[in-house]
Every structure is written in structure tokens, then in C-alpha cells.
């Protein structure tokens, strides 16, 4: 699970794209519950102030272990405009950087004095932080529009002391999102995705006296369990600013990590674009990646999986 992912929350049902169905196969009930959540979150949760940043900053600590202590920091800007990302990483993992403009990746290693290039591709390290979450709920609306037959209620149940409406989603064959939407304020209280032979994931969701969750907690049920306390923070205009969370491994000890958000970092485009300094080696792009991964995986151990989600 991306821990950032898993921080920033929902952006709106799993719901994947079918064609649509007839009407015979509308569940109309779970369809007006899914509508109202929607309109739930996007009122509640400020999502129209994150549309708002042209660029947003995630700074990263990590640390924990109480034999080897190991730990690293990040700094990761992105510029939502663009296709521009910037990650720097200190600690257990680099220091390094990696620059994504455009089409072209950049990795760059002071200690070994090499970079390397290659197409960017699928290497998008700010992809949950550049999206836009309003878009992705009129998308999820547009779907329940157009028919969702893969939609269904399941009934009320408690959930936290708190009457919950239950509606479950089948996004792709083998896959099942279950959510369980307060009957009152229609805010989600928990979300729970099985996937048979991989990873099931549970978020409960707790609510203070305003709309913004106070508390979540996350669990990724697999060979080796996690579980992770998420405390978030919010600034003046409801967006999410900070995040403290204890993560727990099963055999691997506890961790802490801290995330802070700059919705207004002042950084222009020369940020994002890699120049090699003198005298620094290029090499091939997956020898230079492979060697601080193997370096990484020796020094961070049970950390590692949590700092493969940012990077």
C-alpha cells in the first residue's frame, strides 16, 4: 500500500469503467447512496482548495527500529501543471535524486558521482499528489449516470457506534470494494478491498466534530501484515497539511512517519530540470537503479516495502 495514497484518502469509489449495463441491472439504492457520498466528501473534505495548488511539496520522515535503528528522509515536489516531479532522499536510502520533465527520467547518485536517463514512463512518483480529485469524482458521478450494474447494497450495519449503510463494487474480475457510508452524514466509515491471492486492505475512518477525518487506520492483511494510526492535520482552508502515522509490521518492528504538505512551494521550472555536474559518469539507467535497491534493501530491511510506495 502507498502510504501517501493511503494519507490522501479516498478520491471517490473504486469503481472501474464498464460498459454500461441495462437498466434492469441498476441497483438504484446503492446508486443514490454512492451519489450521496460523493457529494459528501467533495463538500466536506475541501477537495475544490487541492484543485486550486499549481504545485504542492511532501516532505517525508521516516524513521523507527529498535535494534538497528534505520530511517530516511524525503522531499518530493510536483508540479501539478506539468508532468514534473522532483524527489530528493536522504537517509538509509541516497542521497539521490530523481527528475521526471516531461518524456525524460533522470537518476542521480552524488556518492557514486554517475546519473543515469532513461524515458520516463511509468515513473511517476508524484502521480497521487498531481491528480485532480474533483475530476475523478465527476468521473465516478458520470459512471453512476450512465448505469453501474457492478454496484450493489448489502444493508445497514454498525460501524464505530455509527449506523452505516453497506454497498459493495466488483472494479475487475476477482476484485471487491466494500464501503460502509454513514447513514446520517453519508461520509465513508470504512472501506475494505479483498483481492483473492493478494493483499486485502481495511481503512476505518474516525470522525471528530467536523466533516475532515480525526483519526484513520489502515490494514494490509498479507504474509506479513501491516498496520498503520494515521493522524492527520488540516490548514485554514481544509486542506490536508500534515500526517503523523505509527505503522506496525508484523516481525519487523514500529515505525513513525511524518508528512508534511506545502500547497504554495517556491519553486520554478529550473527545479525539476537535471543538469550533470562535472566530471559526473552516465551509465545505464537499470544498473544505476538495481544499486542503490540492493543497497537500500540491505540497510532498511522491513522498512523497505513502505519506502517502495514513495519512491
Known amino acids: 500500500m502507498r502510504i501517501a495514497a493511503a494519507a490522501l484518502l479516498l478520491a471517490g469509489p473504486a469503481m472501474g469503467e464498464p460498459t454500461p449495463p441495462p437498466e434492469a441491472g441498476r441497483d438504484e439504492r446503492a446508486i443514490e447512496i454512492a451519489r450521496r457520498m460523493l457529494d459528501a466528501i467533495e ?62 527520467a533522470a537518476l542521480h547518485v552524488p556518492s557514486l558521482g554517475q ?78 478491498v479483498a483481492r483473492p491471492g493478494r493483499r486485502d486492505v481495511r481503512i476505518d475512518l474516525h470522525y471528530g466534530p467536523g466533516p475532515r477525518p480525526a483519526r484513520i487506520e489502515a490494514n494490509l492483511e498479507a504474509e506479513r501484515d501491516l498496520q498503520a494510526t494515521i493522524r492527520p492535520g488540516y490548514d485554514g482552508s481544509g486542506r490536508a497539511s500534515r500526517f503523523h502515522a505509527v505503522i506496525r509490521v508484523a516481525g519487523g518492528g514500529e515505525f513513525t512517519l511524518d508528512l508534511n504538505l506545502d500547497w504554495a512551494p517556491g519553486v520554478g521550472p529550473a527545479h525539476f530540470r537535471f543538469t550533470p555536474p562535472p566530471g559526473a559518469q552516465q551509465v545505464p539507467f537499470g544498473q544505476l537503479a538495481s544499486g542503490v535497491f540492493f543497497a537500500a534493501a540491505g540497510r532498511l530491511g522491513t522498512l523497505l516495502p513502505l519506502v517502495t510506495g514513495w519512491l
Do not use: F
Request: aromatic share 8%; charged share 25%.
Open 115 to 192: 546519473y543515469a536517463r532513461r524515458p520516463a514512463g511509468a515513473l511517476a512518483p508524484g502521480a497521487s499528489l498531481a491528480r485532480s480529485l474533483t475530476a475523478e469524482l465527476a468521473a465516478a458521478r458520470a459512471r453512476l449516470a450512465g448505469g453501474y450494474a457492478d454496484l450493489a447494497y448489502r444493508g445497514e450495519e454498525a460501524v464505530h457506534g455509527a449506523a452505516s449503510y453497506r454497498i459493495e463494487d466488483a472494479p475487475e474480475p476477482g476484485v471487491t470494494v466494500s464501503y460502509w457510508v454513514d447513514a446520517r452524514t453519508y461520509l465513508p466509515r470504512r472501506v475494505h
Open 43 to 104: 463538500s466536506g473534505w475541501a477537495l475544490a482548495r487541492y484543485d486550486e495548488a499549481p504545485r504542492v511539496r511532501a516532505a517525508v520522515n521516516l524513521r523507527g527500529g529498535d535494534a538497528s535503528p534505520v530511517g530516511l528522509t524525503g522531499n518530493l515536489v510536483v508540479d501539478r501543471s506539468g508532468r514534473r516531479y522532483r524527489l530528493d532522499a536522504a537517509g538509509d536510502v541516497g542521497p539521490l535524486t530523481l527528475y521526471v520533465e516531461g518524456a525524460e
